[in-house]
C-alpha cells in the first residue's frame, strides 16, 4: 500500500491478506455468537485427528518437550495439531494477527531433520511451537501493535528474543492480538478487531496480550509470549486460566521488540511467557536466560538462572513458607469468586503445612497514580506521532460502541508535562518503593520464620473476565510494576453461580469501589475462569516459579482430596 | 540559622563551625601557595608520629585489615593516624566538609571494645577509617552537595550505604568536598571553596568526588566513597593516581544519598570506591554486596559477589586475554603523557603474555550529546528550586575568576524539555547502547581468543589534571556511564616534562581537539599523575576489578624490572 493510503484502505489490504493467509482447508463451520462458551468447539469440530487432540490436549510443556526431544512427536506434526487448533481459535475468538503456515512448518521440518540426522536437539525449546504478541518482530512479518498506520511495517530482523527462541529449538507459528498501543487491559485495534474470551465470549479475554490469553486458552498454543507493562501478561493469563509470568525488568530480553512510547525509561515494560503449565514457565525462563540476552540487549540483566534460588535457598527450602493475602487493596473490594479464590488458596496452603498472614496494602492509590502519571508524561504526543501517518481515530475506550478520537482541546489531562515535572514524579516513586521495600522487611516480625513474608498472594484484578469495555483500571497488577516485583498469575477455579453469589452492599470505599460493585452479577460472569497472582521481590524469578508451583501443587491436592 | 538568611550568611555560618570542629592542635604551619607539590608534607608536618605515619602509609587496605583485625593496630589508632592526615591535607588542598573527630572516635573505641570482648570482627571492614563524599547522608549531620542554601540540612538518619559500612565494621570519619550540584569534574562550591591537586596545587584535583581524590592522594583516607554519573569518580581518581570503580547501576545502593536532579531515572548516577589499592576496591565491593543491599534499596540490584566472575570464569580464566586499547575517541587526542600511559600499559600486557589491540571507538560524540541532553532536560529547574532558598549564584564555570549567574534569557539552551522530547532522546541513546553491544561482540573476529574484547583501556581524559577552570567536557569518562559499562580508574604514571615533550600540531579533528592541543604544555602540567580506566560490561564489576588487577601487576612489573 502506498504511503498516502486512508486509514481503512490499510486496514482492509490486511484484513484481506491475513484471511489469504488462513489454509482454506482448516476452516470450520463455527457455532453462532449466542454459543457463549466455545472452549469444548475445538475437540468437536472435526478438524483435528484424535493424534492432533492428544498432542494438543498436553497442556504439561514439560512433557510435549521430552516427547519431541524423544522424537515420539515430529515438530512437523506438534506445529501442525497446534497450527489448527489456533486457526480454529481464530474463528471462534480472533486471537491471531500474523499467520504463517509455511514458514512454520520449514522451520519444524528443518529441527526434524536436525534431530534426525544428529541425534541432538537444538536447544531446550527443541520443535516446540510458540506464539508470540504482535510486538515481538519476526523478520519479514509485519509488527503494527495495534496502529493501522503500521500496516505494511515489515520487520527487517527478528527481536532479540525472537532470534533466542529460535536458537533454543522453538518454532513461532502465530503472533497474536493486541489493542491499539498496547496500553489497554482488554484487546481491540481497528485493524484486526476485538478478541473475546472462549469461556464467554460476551466477556473480555483481558489484555494487553488478549490475544494470547484467548489462544492459549483453547489450547491453540503451548507456550506464548506477552509483555507486561501494568499487568498485560497477568491480566490476559488470570482471564483466561493460565499461567503468565511478569519477570522484572530486562530479565527477558525486549531489545527490537515493538513498542509504544519508547523512551521511557522509568517503568519499563517487560516481555514474559503465558502457558497452560507452570513447566512451560520454567522452560521458557530458564531457557531464555541460558542464552545469556544481555551479550545481545544492553537492558537486559546479566544474571545466571539460579538454581539455589529455584530450590528456594533464601526461603527456608520452601519448607514451611510464610504467605500473605491481599485480600483487598483499600480501593476496590473484588468480587465474589476472587474472595473465593483467595479463600481456597489460603486453605490450600495451610493444609499444606505453610503459614498464611494478611498482607497489608500500602499507598496503592499512589502507585497506580504514579504509574498512570508517568505514561501519560507523553503519551499524547506518542500516539499523535504513531497514528499521523494514516489518520486513523485514537481509540479512548475498549467498549463496543465508542471509538473515539482523542481531541486535545476537551482533553487537556493528556497533554503533556514537562521533562523536569516527569522527574518529580519518578522521584516520588522511588520513595514509594523505598517505602513497600522497607514495609515487606517489616513483616519479619509476624512472619514467625525468621524471614520477611515470603511471597504475597494477590487478586490480579478485582473481579473475572468482565464484559467488553468494562475492565477499568488495573491497579491490582500495576502497582506490581511500579515496584519492579515478579509476579505469576495461575488459576485457582471458575466463577460458580452457586458457590458466588452477590453480597450485600458494603460500606463502599469510593465510586470506583461502589461501580465495581454493581458491576457483578453471578450470571453474567458466569464460567469465567478465576485466578490470582504470586509476588515475590526484585529478580526473584526463580523463587517465584518455585513458590507458584508449591501453591498450585496445594491447590491441586485440596481438589483432588 | 533562620530560614530567611542570606546566602552569605549560611556560609559564614558554616565556614565558622566547620573551623571549630578542627582540633586545635593539629593546626599546621603549611607550606606557602607557591609550595605546588604538598604530598610530602604530611610526613613533614610533624603532626604524625612515627608509628602514625607507618599506619597511614600502609596503602594496601587488605593489609590494614588483617592488622586491624589482628588487634595488632586498634581502630582508634588507625582512626586517629588517618584524621590527623586528613586535617593536615584539608589544610594543604582544603578536601574536607563535614569534620566529626568525637564521634568517629567514639565508633572506632567501640569497634575495639568489641573485639576485645568476643574476639571478633564486626564485620568484613572491623575498625577501617571511611571518607564520604559530602552527599552520602551521616544522621546528624549536613549534606549540602555544595549549595549554601542547604547548610543546616541535617539528616534524620543514614544513607542505605552508611547504614552498611557501619554494619561492615567500618568507621566513617570524613565528609569530602563537592562541585555545587556534583554536576562538574572539578571541585569548588560557594561554601567550602576549591579543592587543589596535592601534586601541583594549581591543577584541579578533578570531580565531582574531587574532596576524596585529594583527601586519598595525600593518603587522609585509605578507602573513600565517590559518585559517577559521567565521570565523578575516575576522574578524580585519575588525577590523583588513585583506583577509583565506576560500578554500574545499582551495584552499590544509593538509596538515601543526596543528590541533584533526583528523578532523572535514564543515566543514573552510582556510588563507587576510591583508594590507593585495588585491595580497597575489592574490599568495599564485596562488604558492601554481603550485605544484600537489594533488601534495602529497591534500586540495588539482587546479584551476590560471584566468585566465578571474579575467577574470570568467563575470560578463559584470566590467562591470555585480550585488551583493546582507545588510543583516541575521534574527538580530542589525548596529550603525550596520557599516550605514553596507553602505550606503557600495552607493552607491560604484551609483557605479561595478553594479547592487545586496537579499539575502535563509534558513536562517542552522540553517546556524549545524550547524556548531556538527558541531563539538560530539567537541569535548570532543578537548579532553580534548590537555590532559591538562598539565592545563592549559580556556578557557570570552575574557573578562579567567573561566578556567574546562569540567566535564562541569556541561556536559552537551559531551559528545559517536554517529557516526550526527554522520551526521544532516551530512546536514541537506547539504540546506541545496543549498537556500541554489537560493536563489542563483533570482535570476536579480531580477538584471536574466541571471545570478543574482555576489557577496554580507554584514557579517563584526554589530559593528566589540568589547571583550575580547564576541565573541559568529560567525554572519554561519560560514555560509559551512558553505555552503563563498568569502569576501574588506575594510575600509571606521572607527567615527566623530559618524557613529554609537546609534539608539533597534528591534523585537528575539530576545534575542541585544537583547543585541547593548546592547552598542553609540559611545565604546566608537571607532576602530575597519570592514570587510566579500564572498561568491562554492565554488572560485570568482579571480572572488572579481576582484570584491572593483571593490568596493575603487568605495570608493576614492567617498572621493576
Tied chains: 1, 2.
Excluded at 489469504?20 to 470450520?28: D, T
Excluded at 531433520?113 to 515481538?136: A, C, E, F, N, R
Excluded at 466477556?203 to 499487568?231: M, N, Y
Excluded at 497472582?533 to 518455585?546: K, P
Aim: glycine share 8%.
Amino acid at each position: 500500500m502506498s504511503q498516502s493510503s486512508s486509514w481503512q484502505e490499510l486496514v482492509a489490504d490486511k484484513k484481506r491478506r491475513q484471511e489469504a493467509s488462513v489454509p482454506r482447508n482448516w476452516l470450520v463451520t463455527v457455532p453462532p455468537d449466542t454459543v457463549l462458551d466455545v472452549t469444548a468447539f475445538p475437540e468437536q469440530c472435526g478438524l483435528l485427528s484424535e493424534r492432533e487432540l492428544e498432542i494438543t490436549n498436553t497442556i504439561d510443556v514439560g512433557v510435549l518437550l521430552q516427547k519431541l526431544a524423544a522424537a515420539e512427536w515430529s515438530s512437523v506434526e506438534v506445529t501442525t495439531a497446534f497450527y489448527k487448533r489456533a486457526i480454529v481459535a481464530q474463528q471462534l475468538v480472533n486471537c491471531l494477527t500474523e499467520i504463517f503456515v509455511e514458514k512454520a512448518l520449514a522451520r519444524a521440518a528443518e529441527l526434524d531433520d536436525y534431530l534426525k540426522t544428529t541425534g541432538s536437539v537444538v536447544g531446550p525449546l527443541h520443535g516446540l511451537p510458540m506464539s508470540l504478541k504482535d510486538q515481538i518482530n519476526l523478520k519479514g512479518l509485519e509488527t503494527t501493535i495495534g496502529y493501522a498506520s503500521w500496516v505494511g511495517k515489515y520487520a527487517d530482523k527478528d527481536a532479540v528474543l525472537a532470534e533466542i527462541l529460535y536458537e533454543c529449538g522453538a518454532v513461532p507459528f502465530v503472533k497474536t492480538n493486541i489493542p491499539q498501543t498496547l496500553m489497554w487491559p482488554e484487546t481491540y485495534n481497528l485493524i484486526f478487531g476485538r478478541t473475546l474470551n472462549p469461556a464467554n465470549r460476551l466477556l473480555t479475554c483481558g489484555g494487553s496480550s488478549g490475544g494470547e490469553g484467548a489462544l492459549i486458552h483453547l489450547k491453540g498454543s503451548p507456550l506464548g509470549v506477552g509483555s507486561d507493562i501494568g499487568g498485560s501478561i497477568r491480566i490476559p493469563a488470570i482471564f483466561n486460566g493460565l499461567y503468565g509470568l511478569r519477570p522484572s525488568y530486562g530479565r527477558v530480553p525486549y531489545e527490537g521488540s515493538a513498542n509504544s512510547m519508547c523512551g521511557q525509561d522509568s517503568i519499563p515494560s517487560a516481555l514474559g511467557p503465558l502457558s497452560n503449565s507452570l513447566s512451560g514457565i520454567k522452560a521458557f525462563m530458564q531457557a531464555v536466560i541460558s542464552r545469556e540476552p544481555w551479550l545481545r540487549d544492553p537492558l537486559a540483566v546479566r544474571k545466571k538462572w539460579d538454581d539455589e534460588e529455584y530450590a528456594l535457598a533464601g526461603h527456608g527450602n520452601g519448607q514451611a513458607l510464610c504467605f500473605a493475602i491481599l485480600w483487598d487493596d483499600r480501593i476496590v473490594i473484588p468480587h465474589p469468586p476472587i474472595i473465593r479464590a483467595l479463600e481456597m488458596t489460603r486453605d490450600a496452603l495451610i493444609a499444606a503445612g505453610h503459614k498464611v498472614i494478611d498482607w497489608k496494602p500500602i499507598k496503592h492509590l499512589e502507585l497506580g497514580d504514579a504509574i498512570f502519571r508517568i505514561c501519560k508524561a507523553g503519551a499524547l504526543e506518542d500516539l499523535m506521532v504513531a497514528t499521523a501517518a494514516s489518520g486513523e481515530p485514537i481509540l479512548s475506550s475498549m467498549s463496543l460502541t465508542e471509538e473515539v478520537i482523542v481531541d486535545t482541546s476537551t482533553r487537556p489531562d493528556l497533554i503533556g508535562i514537562s521533562a523536569y515535572q516527569l522527574w518529580q514524579i519518578q522521584n516520588a516513586k522511588a520513595h514509594l518503593r523505598k517505602e513497600y521495600l522497607d514495609h515487606w522487611e517489616r513483616t519479619v516480625e509476624a512472619t514467625g520464620t525468621g524471614r520477611p513474608v515470603d511471597a504475597i498472594i494477590s487478586p490480579g484484578a478485582p473481579f473475572a473476565a468482565p464484559p467488553h469495555g468494562k475492565n477499568g483500571n488495573p491497579n491490582y497488577t500495576q502497582v506490581f510494576n511500579v515496584l519492579n516485583y515478579v509476579a505469576c498469575a495461575f488459576p485457582v477455579t471458575k466463577v460458580d453461580p452457586t458457590l458466588d453469589a452477590k453480597k450485600p452492599p458494603h460500606q463502599f470505599l469510593n465510586e470506583a469501589d461502589e461501580v465495581n460493585y454493581n458491576l457483578y452479577d453471578p450470571i453474567t460472569f458466569q464460567n469465567a475462569p478465576v485466578g490470582l497472582q504470586l509476588v515475590g521481590r526484585t529478580l526473584e524469578e526463580e523463587a517465584v516459579i518455585a513458590m507458584t508451583e508449591i501453591v498450585d501443587s496445594a491447590l491441586k491436592a485440596t481438589a483432588s482430596a
